[in-house]
């Protein structure tokens, strides 16, 4: 799950922002969980794009 998305129960407002101790302590507990934690949807998506297009040039200059 990504930390921009969640709402801290504490003062209601995004955790990505950081307003209160318990959003900052929230925020760096999901960014050292996790590399992947803090990308958003779309940069996984690229990522795993790249991944398959490095593949498919592998396969190719096998063949």
Do not use: K
Not at 2 to 28: I, K, M, Q, S
Not at 34 to 51: E, R, S, Y
Request: glycine share 4%; hydrophobic share 50%; charged share 15%.
């Amino acid at each position: 799950m990504t930390y921009d998305r969640l709402v801290c129960a504490n003062c209601a407002a995004p955790v990505n922002e950081g307003r209160c101790p318990v959003c900052r302590a929230n925020r760096e507990r999901l960014q050292q969980e996790n590399f992947f934690a803090g990308l958003n949807p779309m940069a996984l998506i690229a990522l795993l794009a790249v991944l398959v297009a490095a593949l498919a040039l592998l396969a190719h200059q096998t063949v």
